[in-house]
């Protein structure tokens, strides 16, 4: 070194300057901190003007990270290739330090002439046999400044700092590596120990955000749909909130689309997005975006971590992502099978408790009552109605609607439907107007969206009729686990129908029995023929299970109407005849003459009832069938049972020809 040099290069200086910079890395500082030591310690050691570091990169290019000393700002971030004519160039690939006096500027690196550097040192660090980066020391007045004597001692600091710097970052590596796998434990333990898809997904997104410190992940799901965000993981609330408020239609379309692509190709993707473009403003980084897909048997999904700040994602880290988002799905299907299993023990109470309170009620008419209101409430549906097969043709018998029962008396029109039923399968749509062939006459009527409709099986296997609901409560389409609870309630209802319908028929025979045994005795021995009349009349009613009923009789070789039960409607009841009743007269003459149309009687109810005898008549020489049913009007005319205000209710004709005594009965 020139004469009256200040350099401080004694032994004793350089033992204390590298205890000083291992002391430092013995509190765990970070690269960054132990590298500024390392500058601002040597150059401070060297006395020379500035001290710099580089840190090579790919392709062998060194960028600066940080310096101490003369435009130390203007060196972050100079780059310097492998082909440029430097100094530090050339000590990486000779991997030894080099030392150059009288430093002549360089056209191929034009920045150290902004260093006006006179004297410059570069030695690398090398680590492993792998150079890491590079020191450089320069000096700008002295031409002649290094030696051999600084350079060994650049030398040894060099690879001090390289082993200081490699312990460093596997100390960090390591307990980088500890942090995950606590993590990684932690959401295991969390998502197997949560039954509830929801909360495993929120648990799924919280632990990969810290787990790679960035600061927002994202959920996508979907089952049957398109996908939906179910999950967003945030640092803080408000980001959360912001971002659900600013995932508009071109965002989710573009995170579906994603999701999508990461679920089409079954791995972890990566994609390059600016804040301008594809994310929700200034919530997200521009930077490289992770899309983890995972899926089960019954939803497909994927994991969005969206870029952070300082480093973009490694491949390990990549590979971390699929690694959580394996154990997302397995959660999520744990969570999906134990909500399933409640929701079919639940289902099962509501099937049990649904046929214990119907099967314990032995009148049909309140079973299939109380069926619709239990069956449109398990079910979801705003409507639903129940019909029996009778005479070939389905025959509703109850409807409810918005949890109205009410009772009725229609004809399921024939039709795809019913063609379904006999053939024992399920029918069903969303859009029944568009079904082709359909009854649009009869859609329109009633206002028909969605149905579904299922065959009531008796035990031997034929239909007994059918349960139908229409238009989805919550507005959704009808799925297939509407249709499997609807099979369900459909065979648990069907044996409790079965036996109350037998019930029902066997109390019919029975009260048919009585009347029949009861008209016997009524009749035998009456000779008045009001007597038999007003019996016949009332017993054929009881066996009918009609409202009322008429006999009529041919006497004096026209037809005569004879006797109404349980009385005449209010236009045609009798007048008693006061004269002939006497004292003397039964209670039954008394209860008979009540019920026999006999003279006189007022005008209008004479006119009336000779325009029934008129209509029975002409009906009688029509017909030869020993029964004949149907309407009212369709039997005796529009203006008779408009008359008698039957209007359209319907009612058995029994009449023999052998006789002459025709028998009306029916609800008039």
């Not at 899309?291 to 089960?296: E, Q």
Request: glycine fraction near 6%.
């Amino acid at each position: 070194m020139p004469e009256g040099s200040t350099f401080p290069n004694s032994d004793e200086a350089f033992q204390k300057l590298l205890l000083r910079i291992a002391a430092k890395a013995a509190e765990r500082a970070d690269a960054a901190s132990l590298i500024q030591l390392f500058c601002a310690a040597t150059r401070e050691f060297f006395q020379v003007s500035g001290v710099y570091f580089w840190r090579r990169h790919a392709g062998d290019e060194l960028i600066g990270e940080q310096a101490d000393g003369k435009l130390a700002e203007r060196f972050i971030g100079l780059r310097l290739l492998p082909q440029q004519s430097a100094v530090t160039a050339e000590a990486v690939r000779n991997r030894r330090t080099i030392f150059v006096n009288q430093v002549q500027p360089s056209p191929t690196f034009p920045a150290a002439r902004q260093f006006e550097a006179r004297s410059m040192m570069a030695a690398p660090l090398v680590v492993f046999d792998e150079v890491i980066g590079a020191a450089t020391f320069l000096h700008d007045s002295d031409e002649g400044f290094f030696d051999e004597d600084l350079a060994a001692k650049a030398t040894i600091l060099a690879g001090q700092l390289g082993s200081l710097l490699e312990a460093t970052r596997l100390g960090e590596a390591s307990r980088e590596e500890h942090r995950r796998a606590e993590i990684l434990a932690e959401v295991a333990h969390a998502l197997h120990g949560t039954p509830d898809v929801a909360a495993v997904i929120e648990a799924l997104a919280d632990r990969l955000r810290v787990l790679l410190r960035t600061r927002l992940v994202s959920v996508l799901l979907r089952r049957e749909g398109p996908f939906e965000l179910r999950a967003v993981s945030a640092e803080t609330p408000q980001l959360a909130n912001s971002f659900r408020a600013g995932h508009d239609r071109q965002t989710i379309r573009f995170a579906a689309d994603l999701a999508q692509r990461a679920v089409s190709a079954g791995e972890s993707i990566t994609i390059s997005i600016s804040s301008e473009q594809h994310s929700p403003g200034s919530m997200v980084s521009s930077g490289m975006l992770i899309a983890a897909p995972f899926r089960t048997s019954r939803t497909q999904g994927a994991i969005l971590v969206y870029p952070r700040h300082d480093s973009p994602f490694t491949a390990e880290e990549k590979s971390l992502v699929s690694a959580i988002a394996g154990f997302g799905a397995v959660a999520v299907a744990h969570a999906e099978l134990c909500a399933t299993a409640q929701a079919q023990a639940h289902e099962l109470h509501q099937l049990l408790e649904i046929s214990s309170d119907l099967s314990s009620s032995g009148d049909l008419e309140h079973f299939l009552q109380a069926f619709v209101v239990r069956a449109a409430d398990f079910l979801g549906f705003g409507r639903c109605f129940i019909a029996l097969l009778e005479d070939g043709e389905f025959r509703v018998r109850y409807g409810v609607d918005q949890g109205q029962p009410r009772r009725l008396d229609l004809i399921f029109p024939e039709g795809l439907a019913t063609r379904a039923l006999r053939a024992k399968e399920v029918y069903w749509t969303d859009e029944a107007g568009k079904v082709p062939g359909a009854n649009l006459e009869v859609i329109s009527q009633y206002q028909v969206r969605q149905l579904l409709a299922v065959p009531l099986l008796g035990a031997n296997g034929q239909v007994l009729g059918m349960c139908a609901v229409l238009d989805r409560l919550d507005g959704t389409g009808i799925s297939q686990q509407d249709i499997r609870r609807a099979r369900a309630l459909a065979a648990q209802v069907s044996v409790v129908l079965e036996v109350a319908h037998n019930l029902h028929q066997s109390e019919q025979q029975r009260r048919r029995a009585e009347a029949l045994t009861q008209l016997a005795r009524d009749i035998d021995g009456l000779l008045r023929l009001p007597d038999f009349a007003r019996k016949f009349a009332e017993r054929a009613v009881a066996l009918a299970e009609a409202q009322a009923g008429a006999v009529a009789l041919f006497q004096d070789g026209r037809l005569q109407t004879v006797a109404f039960y349980p009385g005449a409607d209010p236009v045609l009841k009798p007048v008693p005849n006061e004269d002939r009743l006497s004292q003397d007269r039964s209670s039954d003459d008394l209860a008979a003459q009540s019920h026999v149309v006999r003279t006189p009687v007022r005008a209008e109810g004479r006119a009336v009832q000779q325009q029934f005898t008129l209509a029975l008549s002409e009906f009688v020489s029509q017909r030869t069938e020993a029964v004949v049913s149907g309407s009212a009007a369709d039997l005796l005319g529009h203006e008779l049972t408009s008359t008698c205000r039957y209007g359209s209710r319907k009612f058995p004709l029994v009449h023999s020809h052998r006789t002459g005594k025709p028998a009306l009965a029916g609800n008039i």
